[in-house]
T-cell receptor, first 118, second 114 residues
Framework: ETGVTQTPRHLVMGMTNKKSLKCEQH?????MYWYKQSAKKPLELMFV???????ENNSVPSRFSPECPNSSHLFLHLHTLQPEDSALYLC?????????????????FGEGSRLTVL | AQSVSQHNHHVILSEAASLELGCNYS??????LFWYVQYPGQHLQLLLK??????LVKGIKGFEAEFIKSKFSFNLRKPSVQWSDTAEYFC????????????FGPGTRLSVLP
């Protein structure tokens, strides 16, 4: 149990579907993140939210749309995805945004949502 | 751009062998450094972290890592591995001037043979 729960764990969707990934953290953290983990590639940061405000968007295509209604919940809305978007999508949280030299940098990860786009 | 490299894609060891996994990063300023581990079918979890002070940091399960600033390195070590250490290991760096971006290395898969 990580304190970060992701649903669904597995999702198969067609390129014309609309679906959403959900993340919930029970740790009282203020910052939440979406990462993409593809085979044989480093983890890619997609979005960062702090106190429900988006603070970073790493040139992610608009077919991925994040939503953070409160500091405990984070969504990733998916529409018209491509097969190359198939990957493991990881949600993480941290106590606050990381500050270099401060002991607040640990990310707590969920188990991920395995997405397959047909 | 900031980057993290890990020397080996896949390491295979026998139980009781010593382990050292290399990690180098490209940023020259102040950084926070991390090692994460992902056991098969499980979530990423923190092994250890360095923020400041003693460059030799100890983590869970007998792991330690040494920060060598002059070499931009943060190598992970364990004197005697166990079969249960089979997992994927990720080095990560965070630097203030790169925003909130944890930059992860590509990972090293460790297989420990019983």
């Amino acid at each position: 149990e990580t304190g970060v729960t992701q649903t669904p764990r597995h999702l198969v969707m067609g390129m014309t579907n609309k679906k959403s990934l959900k993340c919930e953290q029970h740790l009282g953290h203020n910052a939440m993140y979406w990462y993409k983990q593809s085979a044989k590639k480093p983890l890619e940061l997609m979005f960062v939210y702090s106190l429900e405000e988006r603070v970073e968007n790493n040139s992610v295509p608009s077919r991925f749309s994040p939503e953070c209604p409160n500091s405990s919940h984070l969504f990733l809305h998916l529409h018209t995805l491509q097969p190359e978007d198939s990957a493991l999508y990881l949600c993480a949280s941290s106590q606050e945004l990381v500050r270099v030299g401060a002991n607040t940098g640990e990310l707590f990860f969920g188990e991920g949502s395995r997405l397959t786009v047909l | 751009a900031q980057s993290v490299s890990q020397h080996n894609h896949h390491v295979i060891l026998s139980e009781a062998a010593s382990l050292e996994l290399g990690c180098n990063y490209s940023y020259g300023g102040t950084v926070n450094l991390f090692w994460y581990v992902q056991y098969p079918g499980q979530h990423l979890q923190l092994l250890l972290k360095y923020f400041s002070g003693d460059p030799l940091v100890k983590g869970i399960k007998g792991f330690e890592a040494e920060f060598i600033k002059s070499k931009f390195s943060f190598n992970l070590r364990k004197p005697s591995v166990q079969w249960s250490d089979t997992a994927e290991y990720f080095c990560a760096v965070n630097a203030r001037n790169y925003g909130q971006n944890f930059v992860f290395g590509p990972g090293t898969r460790l297989s420990v043979l019983p």
